[in-house]
């Protein structure tokens, strides 16, 4: 949603707190081809959001059983309140508005986002390959941080804290989702949960890529590790 007037708000807001700051830097994404100016960029928009005292919510109410609807950038600026996965949806709006390449990551039960320090990208735009994100992040190339952090710390460094902490968490599996243009086409989602006496149990997603075959992944509540043919394992948000 980086084209949702909010976004064009609070990039605004952002570019002149990063102005204030570093008087020779603009919002210009990888154009600096520098490390610590994207750093800054990111910096001053967890700041600006930072300081729109939003508050944690829950989801917004719905008669469907499938999915969890998502706040738009505009109706959370308005109402001031949202979910770890509206947050995430916000912050990327943000990050991608400004010419960064956002990664979404979700674990059971919660979503943050990552950003690319340079220019690159994962091979896969939907992964569960966590080694693969430490190595990036332990690289200096990957930059994770935790979203509901700004309801609590208004400082950016907690957050990046807290966000590896969830990365740390053993016996949990965690896929991402990149949010560029370049990630090998879009993904088109299909969902539907799947229902065990009277519960939800099991949550599956069927994914299509271009003219690719569709991949299908089972986010499963009840057993994280089970596997089956042609089917991943992995946490599905629930904030």
Request: hydrophobic share 40%.
């Amino acid at each position: 949603m980086p084209n949702n007037p909010a976004v064009d708000v609070l990039i605004g807001k952002a570019s002149k707190l990063l102005r204030a700051q570093h008087a020779d830097l603009q919002m210009n994404g990888y154009q600096s081809k520098s490390r610590d100016v994207v750093w800054k960029q990111v910096s001053a928009i967890y700041s600006t959001l930072a300081a729109e005292s939003l508050h944690y919510a829950e989801p917004p109410a719905s008669f469907g059983v499938d999915g969890q609807k998502i706040r738009t950038p505009d109706r959370i600026m308005e109402a001031r309140v949202a979910t770890c996965l509206d947050l995430a949806m916000l912050f990327s709006s943000c990050l991608e508005q400004a010419g960064l390449r956002p990664v979404i990551l979700m674990k059971d039960g919660h979503a943050w986002v990552g950003v690319w320090l340079h220019q690159a990208c994962f091979a896969d735009p939907l992964t569960d390959d966590v080694q693969a994100v430490r190595k990036r992040v332990d690289s200096g190339e990957f930059l994770v941080f935790e979203t509901t952090g700004i309801a609590q710390h208004p400082n950016f460094r907690p957050s990046l804290r807290l966000a590896l902490e969830q990365g740390a968490v053993p016996g949990q599996r965690r896929w991402l989702k990149q949010l560029h243009p370049r990630s090998r086409g879009a993904l088109r989602a299909a969902w539907r949960r799947l229902w065990r006496d009277g519960r939800a149990a099991n949550l599956e997603l069927e994914l299509t890529r271009g003219n690719e075959p569709s991949q299908h992944l089972r986010l499963s509540r009840t057993s994280p590790n089970s596997t089956r043919p042609m089917h991943s394992s992995v946490g599905a948000p629930n904030c």
